[in-house]
């Protein structure tokens, strides 16, 4: 199966990378441009090479178009894109617009960096040093909210009659889910493991206040 294209990367920022803002922007050329390397920079046969010698799938690539940011870009048959620079400025125009894209893209992942050159693939981290380069990470986990620890002891039983007076059917049915051995995201459990959890709080309502109970 192949790989997810880009491994999460947004189509937007593919276009950007690839067209280099062609809708009417060219990408700012930097004064000096220094050469990834002494002597000729790696063409995309090179990089193939390379890539599927580290173990990726890329026999037969398909070229991309012209790109006022890359010097030649193609896909692989797994998925992974690799493209070559001009230049390590170039490179690193690439990769600014690569993370400049995060908020359409908000799941990190990790992109593989030579001198002069880029592969965005699922398997980015296992060839980054194998094919003479380095990983790097693209974006940052957005933080997600802290999920709410109830203020009640829920093992007991006044602290579940107490709770149920607070807190939603659903909420109280999430908080109890895993001291009873279930996932606490209500969309993972079954439909029997939500009737547990209502049998558990019944019979605790029957003991410790049975106007709850039902």
């Excluded at 990089?47 to 991309?64: D, K, N, T, W």
């Excluded at 194998?130 to 007991?156: C, H, N, S, W, Y």
């Amino acid at each position: 199966m192949k790989r997810s294209l880009l491994c999460g990367l947004s189509a937007v920022a593919v276009a950007i990378l690839l067209a280099g803002c062609s809708a009417g922007e060219d990408m700012p050329v930097p004064v000096a441009e220094t050469p990834a390397a002494d002597g000729a920079g790696t063409t995309l046969e090179d990089l193939r090479a390379m890539y599927v010698q580290a173990g990726g799938e890329c026999e037969s690539p398909s070229p991309r178009g012209e790109s006022a940011v890359a010097e030649e870009a193609a896909d692989c048959e797994d998925g992974a894109l690799l493209t070559t620079y001009k230049s390590t400025a170039r490179r690193d125009g690439a990769i600014s617009l690569l993370q400049g894209a995060q908020d359409s893209n908000p799941s990190p992942h990790i992109i593989a960096v030579g001198a002069d050159w880029i592969v965005n693939s699922g398997a980015a981290a296992e060839v980054a040093l194998k094919m003479g380069g380095e990983t790097l990470q693209i974006g940052v986990p957005r933080d997600e909210p802290a999920p709410v620890e109830p203020d009640f002891d829920l093992t007991t039983d006044d602290g579940l009659c107490a709770a149920d007076a607070e807190m939603s059917n659903l909420e109280l049915n999430d908080a109890i889910a895993p001291m009873l051995g279930y996932s606490a995201d209500r969309d993972d459990r079954t439909f029997e493991q939500d009737e547990a959890i209502r049998e558990h709080k019944n019979a605790a309502f029957e003991r410790a206040c049975p106007e709850r109970a039902g």
